[in-house]
């Protein structure tokens, strides 16, 4: 037998005697203070007891969506009434008190509508009353001479006493003489005076003055 074939065989026995005294030493207890001495006692633990079993996260719960249900609505049976003409036992009769009707509203009385004040009765004051006495107007010779001839209108205020406080020309006859000579005229005059409701007021009226050749 050759040392190749040999090598398998002393393996063996080298394997064998190396369990042989492993088995020893555990069982005499000089394998575990080896082992405590080379590694710490924390990893030797680690080492020898066997890791704790992992603990899965418990699987979030699944939501079962169920369908909403509408509550169903009570049927409450109808009574029906049924008329009898037997009264009930012990039943309390009211009597019936007639109710007076409302009075009657009497409709609101409408005040009389005052009436409109009667229109102011106004007389105009006036130059032709005979007593006055009012002097003719005096022509103008030039005017007379020029062949001078028109209308001519003042708005003559008379007082409360007759008499001329101021006088406005209305319409011009185109010539300055005949106006100036009318204007004068009017001025002088003497007048009844106007009246409003019969009490004589201060008021304007219109004097007209026709100069015509004869």
């Known amino acids: 037998m050759t040392a190749t074939d040999r090598r398998p065989f002393v ?7 190396f369990h042989a005294l492993a088995l020893w030493a555990l069982q005499s207890g000089l394998l575990r203070q080896a082992v405590e001495m080379v590694v710490p006692v924390q990893m030797l633990s680690e080492f020898i007891e066997p890791p704790a079993p992992r603990v899965m996260p418990p699987a979030p719960p699944v939501v079962v969506k169920r369908p909403v249900t509408q509550p169903k609505t009570p049927v ?50 006036s130059s032709d009353a005979d007593y006055l006495q009012n002097p003719k107007p005096v022509y103008p010779l030039a005017s007379k001479r020029r062949g001078e001839q028109g209308l001519v209108i003042h708005s ?10 101021s006088a406005r020309l209305v319409k011009s006859s185109g010539f300055d003489a005949l106006d100036q000579a009318a204007l004068t005229a009017v001025m002088r005059w003497r007048y009844i005076p106007g009246k409003r409701n019969g009490v004589p007021t201060t008021m304007s009226f219109n004097v007209p003055i026709n100069w015509v050749l004869e």
């Open 11 to 17: 393996v063996v026995a080298y394997v064998l005697v």
């Open 76 to 125: 409450v049976p109808q009574t029906l009434a049924v008329r009898t003409d037997t009264p009930a036992p012990e039943a309390w009769t009211v009597p019936v008190v007639p109710v007076a009707p409302p009075a009657p509203i009497a409709a609101p009385v409408e005040s009389p509508t005052p009436a409109a004040p009667a229109p102011a009765t106004v007389v105009l004051p």
């Open 156 to 165: 003559v205020l008379i007082g409360t006493d007759g008499l001329p406080v």
